[in-house]
């Protein structure tokens, strides 16, 4: 009996360890500090130059946003789906353009969080129709060989700019 009661002890111990030893997580006492949400916001380019990173250090990580919209309009332009990754859009809050921190040496270490709507177009996912969508997204996050927060379905409980239906099972 108390072996197993060792083995239990051992097991409880590595559990503990991966519980409270995350990844990402910083050591005791400091955060991970992100800037965003657009370009502009977080500066640091030839085109965008009076944001965070131009008066204060590189951040830990920078905010964009992309959707599985395909087929809308907003804004006055046509959405193919992942706008704001590999191309510049601007759904009225500001310049996303995920690919641009990517190209630049000033974000080599950032992470990126990314906001991923998918207003509208619930169904579609569920449905497996936007499939081709979330593989090429999850072939962006694999080629990008960083860190990458996924926030699906952003800012859900927005009714009034994302109105994602509320009563959803």
Not at 8 to 16: A, G, I, V, Y
Not at 22 to 50: H, M, R, S
Request: hydrophobic letters at 35%; aromatic letters at 16%.
């Amino acid at each position: 009996m108390r072996f197993k009661s060792s083995i239990f002890t051992l097991l409880f111990l590595s559990s503990s360890i991966i519980i409270f030893a995350q990844k990402f997580e910083p050591e005791d006492g400091k955060c991970l500090v992100f800037i965003g949400q657009d370009l502009e916001a977080t500066g640091g380019f030839d085109d965008y130059n009076n944001g965070y990173t131009d008066y204060f250090d590189i951040p830990a990580g920078v905010t964009t946003y992309t959707n599985l919209s395909p087929n809308n309009t907003s804004y006055g332009h046509y959405n193919k789906g992942l706008d704001g990754l590999k191309t510049k859009a601007n759904w009225g809050a500001g310049d996303s353009w995920a690919n641009l921190y990517l190209q630049d040496s000033t974000y080599q270490n950032s992470a990126i969080a990314i906001g991923l709507s998918f207003v509208n177009h619930e169904k579609n996912v569920s449905k497996g129709k936007l499939d081709y969508l979330i593989k090429d997204l999850a072939d962006w996050i694999k080629s990008t060989k960083r860190p990458i927060f996924l926030r699906i379905g952003y800012e859900f409980d927005g009714w009034d700019w994302n109105h994602y239906k509320k009563n959803i099972i």
